[in-house]
C-alpha cells in the first residue's frame, strides 16, 4: 500500500496523527485485553462472594473431576444441570451489579464488547 496515496487520504480526512499502524493496533488490543482480564477478576472476586454461586462452583469443580477420571463424558458434562445453573446464577448476579451500579454497568458492557472483540480476532484468524 506504501505510495498509493492512502496515507495522504487519511491524514487529509482524520488528522495528520490520526494514522494507526498495524504495531499501536496491536498494542491499544493489548491495553484492552488487560483492562478485560482485570475486570474478570474482579468480577469472579465479586461473584464468589454469593454463597450460592459457591455451591455451584464447587459442585462445578466435582463435576471436572470426575471428567478427568473419565467417569463423566465431556457430551454429559456440557450439558449437565450443575453448569447451566451456574450459568444462570453469574448472569443474575451481573444483572444485579449492573443494575446497582452505573459503573458496574458501564465496565460490564465494555467487558462484553472487548469480548466480543478477542472473538472476531480468533474468528478472523483461524478463518471462520
Known sequence: MEGAGLKNILETVYGENAIVTGKDVQRALRGHFLVEKCLHRQLISEITKDPEIQIL???????????????????????????????????????????????????????LMVSIASMLIKADSSGR
Not at 458434562?77 to 459503573?103: F, G, M, V, Y
Request: hydrophobic fraction near 35%; include cysteine; charge should be positive.
Open 57 to 111: 462452583l464447587d459442585q462445578a469443580e466435582e463435576l471436572y473431576s470426575s471428567l478427568l477420571r473419565c467417569e463423566t463424558t465431556i457430551a454429559d458434562a456440557t450439558c449437565s444441570e450443575i453448569l447451566i445453573k451456574l450459568n444462570t446464577a453469574i448472569e443474575r448476579k451481573k444483572h444485579e451489579l449492573a443494575k446497582t451500579s452505573k459503573t458496574s454497568k458501564l465496565w460490564l458492557n465494555y467487558k
